[in-house]
């Protein structure tokens, strides 16, 4: 019985989140769902406190993705890259979707699917208000490569580190198993997202713009975000958290972006969003809630049945059933699921790819997918625009199961084993 509620606290508690009725902030209903767990004690206050510490490595990447993009907007990094793509694009809404579409490619390999959430997507909304263009092509593109790429390198997810923390793959193995999979990714996703936004693309945007220059302290900024991304390569290749390098990282430029704009750091400090810390805390007990409910058995048991199939089939069928299932329960706590069962099971390399490739690029099929696409989400709103449930449905209906199934494919024919 109380495995029951565990279930449905958990479902209605992401449902809500996502849904947002009577506006409520997403962050409302998943503390809301996991004060409940505790309240009825169907999870213990100590292995929720400890769900929660699990999560400080993401805490402290979030803040100083965070602090990043509001540096970048404040100091007009948004306004001068949307610029520079209104220019190249011509008026072209094809060209500056392709633009975008590369920009999200570059910034979610080398920074990860979240910084393309939480940075990019502010840009691009820049860039489409600049061009007067319909949003919901280039919209979708920030959320879509933010999942599409992110297995082309262990930093491009923080799921991929949490998937495999406890056996992470050297990086020349990694790129062996991943990179051809994550090139059939990239470019399917590409291809069909432009084939379903072909309407929109018809239209030709504004290419006319007025010259904006960066300031020095736009620069400052900028050369931020590259030297976080420039962090985060050092940290992964030291086997390192990216937490708290990003985080420190991220102080640093603050630190001295507001010394030489003389700026008051409490209006910084303001405007960024932290009710996205404890929405994810929340989402971490959650998780162990539902792991104490027998999900890590399930898991296990079906990943077992899996390695008794064929080797294609087997390697289809776990990524398609991970896949569907992060948009069930996001792709964050089945990562964390997924990572415990591999750690306890010896598994065809196939099949370790099956997983990851389902966890990373499942969440293409709704906005219930992936921490990234809920930040992608509230980055939206801030900015006063809405994309629905349904919307992104549509797009992910024809984009994810192609794609997943091509990626598969892809590691079949790279050396899947």
């Known amino acids: 019985m109380a495995h029951v509620a565990i279930w449905c606290i958990s479902a209605l508690s992401i449902a809500l989140m996502l849904f947002r009725p009577f506006g409520v902030p997403e962050f409302v209903w998943t503390t809301a769902g996991a004060l409940l767990l505790c309240v009825l004690r169907l999870i213990p206050l100590r292995l929720a406190g400890h769900a929660v510490a699990e999560g400080m490595d993401v805490y402290l990447f979030l803040t100083g993705m965070m602090l990043l993009s509001e540096l970048a907007k404040t100091n007009g990094v948004f306004d001068w890259l949307a610029n520079i793509a209104v220019k190249r694009a011509n008026g072209s809404s094809r060209h500056l979707f392709t633009l975008i579409y590369g920009v999200g490619t570059v910034v979610t390999i080398f920074m990860s699917n979240d910084a393309t959430a939480v940075v990019l997507t502010p840009a691009v909304l820049s860039a489409v208000k600049h061009a007067k263009a319909k949003p919901m092509p280039y919209l979708l593109t920030c959320a879509m490569i933010a999942n599409a790429a992110s297995f082309v390198l262990p930093i491009s997810n923080p799921a991929n580190l949490v998937v495999f923390r406890a056996s992470m793959p050297p990086l020349m193995k990694w790129l062996a198993m991943f990179i051809g999979p994550s090139i059939i990714s990239i470019i399917a996703t590409y291809f069909l997202l432009r084939w379903f936004s072909r309407n929109d693309l018809d239209a030709p945007c504004d290419g006319a713009s007025v010259d904006v220059k960066l300031t020095s302290l736009g620069k400052v900024s900028l050369f931020g975000i590259f030297a ?53 805390a929340a989402l971490f007990v959650i998780v162990e809630a539902v792991k104490s409910a027998g999900a890590l058995q399930m898991l296990q048991a079906a990943t077992e049945h899996a390695t008794q199939w064929p080797r294609v089939e087997s390697g289809l069928a776990l990524a398609v059933a991970v896949g569907f299932g992060t948009n069930l329960v996001n792709n964050l706590p089945l990562g964390l699921i997924a990572g415990a069962t591999l750690h306890s099971m010896t598994l065809r390399p196939l099949l370790s790819q099956a997983v990851l490739i389902g966890i990373d690029l499942g969440p293409n099929l709704s906005i219930t997918g992936s921490l990234a696409t809920i930040l992608w989400l509230i980055a939206i709103r801030r900015e006063g625009m809405h994309v629905s449930a349904w919307q992104f449905l549509k797009a992910g209906m024809l984009i994810m199961p192609i794609s997943l199934v091509l990626a598969i494919g892809g590691a079949l024919l790279f050396g899947g084993q």
């Open 228 to 280: 976080v991304a420039g962090v985060l390569l050092i940290a992964s290749a030291l086997k390192v958290d990216l937490g708290l390098p990003t985080c420190v990282a991220a102080l640093v430029v603050a630190s001295l972006v507001l010394i030489m704009g003389r700026s008051n750091p409490v209006r910084l400090v303001r405007e960024i969003s932290w009710t996205v810390l404890p929405l994810v």
